[in-house]
């Protein structure tokens, strides 16, 4: 709030008549403002009383800066429909007419058939659309936020905080007035143009935003964040080369990425709030989202927190801003004068003169009148910031979502506080009326991964998974599932109780989960020695750190590909059985053997506490093919170098031509060779990626947006038309649908390899 956004719009005389700010009245001499008044833009006496408070809130604001925010949030949602909404792959996404388990926040809400869920994206589409024009603003909005948070709830398992934020401020706006400036409906409708919006419009976008700084600042207390080991892979992205300058990696992973990020997050929204450190909060701010658009794929949040920043400023901004374009963009650009005229959303401090000669009798302030309009508006921000700040605390409540962390990630605002890594996931079925066991997949019939770390989509797939069973002569199928997870770089363990059939295990929303297994909080200082272990060991020579609980036991393979693998005890006591050799042999703490490659073992705990061990292994087949890669590269040398006298065999001559030819490895009969030279191009292609310009790299990615949105558009034409007239013949429909799968040339011959990428990143 600011002094600035007090600015009466009406004064009345004493015969009752209203006249707008506009007409210039004789003003009084300027009072002294107080301190508070010119720090906080409000007085201590606008806080003492319903009614003075209800005037505060709904006191006459520019609407300038909001109309600005409605626009760029608008374009915003408009392009990130068409991306991390799905609209470019809502086929895969939705896989109309096959089996799969989906995970709803409330299990009545299924997905419409494909076509329909096209027609409900076009509508949010186009609900976007007239929030970013401000046209038919509310009808809009309503379009826009029904069809968001149905989709939303559709699928906890694509949950985040930006994704809920969008939602909120959707539904903000809905409320608000923010198509009084630099929108169509002003256009069609003159008295709502350039009219004053009621401070509490602001209020509740501020208090927003500042409580997504905040509260993720709050979150970032936690122990891990604060000795860096929630985000340490950061540390080693080329985007903090210039850090490590003057810093180990270790300092830029402690100081820049944990610490930088928990004081930005505690302070920013303080610093956006006044006007003397509101510059620094805007580099510092501006900076930190552009870095996360590059570390992270989040979509438009980083563009959307952007445009939030503004929001903070005196809310004339615009007009300040604009005036200073040349005047042939006046016609085309947003509203520098004249100033706002009034509004009946708002309410003005009025004067009222006590004689007929104002010169005799100076007029006193009369209480302004309050409808029922500007009660609603208070009490609904006064509401919805209790309940925003009481969410993320309301844990106690929703038990039963409860797990390693506190409830559903997405919308408690603790945004990169927890990173996992799974090492083992084991499904299996047992047959309830034959006894016949087997096992599944991991991730059979569904697309996420989410649900391995959520005990209410464990139990969602699990009851799935007993629907499905049965159409593959598998009957009353109980469901058993050992998931192994490591959080924030602690020991591999099992979150789930293995001996726990979920299909009948009981799960409320209310109640803590019976069969979530505790986190090991107190095997956590064993983190420092990992550190020193894995320091110790060469590049070939890989660990994973296990803890189990007593009772339990770790049914393990070793793959061929794992040469000298051996199993060290660092606390408790195991008792490892090989299968096939019917051998058990106990180890104590600081003991070790060989396990044999191609085979299965058990690890059983027999200890009174949980036993720590850790896997030591070499993959022998990464390392012999690791060595023919530095054989082939050198031999290449010294062809290249005219050193190698000796005339090659027919099946390394592809290493002469893979200088010039780029499929070179198509010709190379020995698989050795092939694997070598795809490297070689493949590393070629990436270095020539990296070095490229920024013309190049525009074009890059404005190509691949043009064939992204372009296949969303043409499968939205093809759903609508289905609608309308329906289903064309499967020959017509197969070539449209091929059609809206074109991709440019060499996006299509590296799209396997592409895919490989990303499901890597993807894991990671």
């Not at 609900?127 to 509310?138: D, N, P, Q, S």
């Not at 295990?505 to 505790?518: I, K, Q, Y």
């Not at 994973?544 to 051996?566: K, M, Q, R, Y």
């Not at 059983?604 to 087949?621: F, G, K, W």
């Amino acid at each position: 709030m600011e002094a600035r956004d007090a600015t009466a719009g009406a004064i009345v005389s004493n015969n009752g008549e209203e006249q707008t700010a506009n007409a210039a009245p004789k003003e009084d001499p300027p009072q002294t403002k107080s301190e508070m008044e010119r720090i906080f833009g409000f007085r201590k006496e606008d806080l003492t009383s319903w009614h003075s408070m209800v005037t505060l809130l709904n006191r006459p604001a520019d609407p300038a800066s909001l109309g600005i925010f409605r626009c760029l949030f608008g374009l915003l949602m408009v392009i990130d429909i068409t991306q991390e909404r799905g609209l470019s792959h809502l086929d895969y996404k939705y896989l109309d007419g096959a089996p799969v388990c989906r995970f709803p926040l409330f299990n009545v809400l299924q997905p419409l058939p494909l076509d329909w869920m096209y027609l409900v994206y076009v509508v949010m589409f186009f609900g976007a659309l007239g929030i970013m024009l401000g046209c038919f603003y509310r009808l809009s909005c309503l379009m826009f936020i029904s069809t968001y948070w149905y989709i939303f709830f559709l699928d906890k398992t694509a949950w985040n905080n930006h994704s809920y934020l969008y939602g909120l401020i959707g539904f903000q706006l809905t409320l608000m007035d923010a198509n009084r400036y630099w929108s169509i409906d002003g256009l069609r409708r003159p008295s709502i143009r350039n009219a004053h919006v009621p401070l509490w419009n602001y209020t509740v976008l501020r208090t927003q935003i500042f409580i997504v700084y905040f509260l993720a600042g709050l979150k970032k207390l936690d122990a891990d964040w604060v000795e860096g080991y929630s985000m340490s892979y950061l540390a080693h992205h080329s985007l903090f080369d210039p850090f490590k300058l003057i810093l180990p990696v270790e300092l830029v992973n402690l100081l820049v990425v944990h610490g930088g990020g928990l004081v930005l997050d505690l302070t920013a929204g303080y610093l956006l709030f006044f006007d003397v450190t509101r510059p620094y909060a805007f580099f510092f701010v501006s900076y930190f989202h552009c870095m996360n658009s590059q570390l992270f794929s989040i979509g438009m949040f980083s563009y959307t927190m952007l445009a939030t920043s503004p929001v903070f400023c005196h809310a004339d901004w615009p007009r300040r801003f604009f005036a200073r374009f040349p005047g042939f963009l006046r016609a085309v650009l947003p509203l520098t004068s004249p100033g706002p005229q009034p509004s009946t959303s708002c309410v003005y401090n009025t004067i009222q003169s006590t004689s007929s000669n104002p010169r005799e009798t100076p007029p006193v302030a009369k209480a302004p009148k309050l409808r029922l309009k500007h009660k609603l508006g208070a009490i609904f921000t006064i509401l919805y910031i209790t309940e925003q700040l009481f969410l993320p605390y309301s844990h106690f409540i929703t038990q039963g979502y409860n797990n390693w962390t506190n409830g559903l990630y997405g919308y408690s605002w603790d945004m990169m506080v927890h990173s996992r890594s799974h090492q083992h996931v084991k499904i299996t079925y047992k047959d309830g009326i034959t006894g016949e066991t087997g096992y599944l997949n991991p991730g059979v019939f569904t697309q996420s991964r989410r649900w391995k770390d959520h005990g209410d989509m464990l139990k969602q797939y699990a009851t799935c998974l007993h629907q499905f069973l049965p159409r593959y002569n598998i009957s009353e199928p109980e469901i058993y599932f050992d998931i192994w997870v490591s959080i924030n770089e602690r020991f591999q363990q099992r979150i789930f109780d293995p001996r726990v059939d979920v299909v009948k295990a009981e799960w409320s929303p209310f109640r803590p989960n019976t069969w979530l297994m505790p986190l090991l909080v107190d095997l956590s200082p064993w983190r420092t020695k990992f550190q020193e272990i894995e320091g110790s060991l060469d590049n070939q020579t890989e660990i994973v750190f296990i803890a189990d609980f007593p009772g339990l036991h770790l049914e393990n393979f070793v793959s061929e590909d794992l040469g000298n693998t051996s199993i060290s005890v660092l606390q408790g006591k195991v008792n490892v059985e090989i299968v096939e050799e019917q051998k058990n042999y106990t180890l104590q703490p600081g003991e070790q053997m060989k396990v044999p490659a191609g085979a299965y073992h058990k690890v059983y705990t027999v200890s009174e506490h949980p036993s720590c061990y850790m896997y030591i292994y070499v993959n022998t087949t990464e390392a012999a093919l690791q060595e023919n890669f530095t054989r082939l590269y050198e031999l290449q040398e010294r062809v290249r170098n005219g050193t190698e006298t000796e005339p090659l065999p027919p099946e390394l001559q592809p290493l002469i031509a893979a200088d010039g030819d780029d499929g070179s490895e198509v010709n190379a009969t020995d698989p050795i060779v092939q694997l070598f030279l795809k490297r070689q191009r493949r590393m070629k292609e990436v270095k020539k990626r990296r070095e490229a310009g920024a013309a190049e790299r525009l074009e890059r990615f404005a190509v691949k947006k043009y064939y992204t949105i372009r296949r969303g558009f043409l499968m939205t034409a093809i759903a609508i038309r289905n609608l309308a007239v329906g289903l064309p013949s499967l020959e017509q429909l197969t070539r449209e649908v091929a059609f809206a799968n074109m991709k440019e040339p060499r996006a299509e011959a590296n799209q396997d390899e592409r895919l490989k990428d990303e499901v890597g990143h993807g894991e990671l």
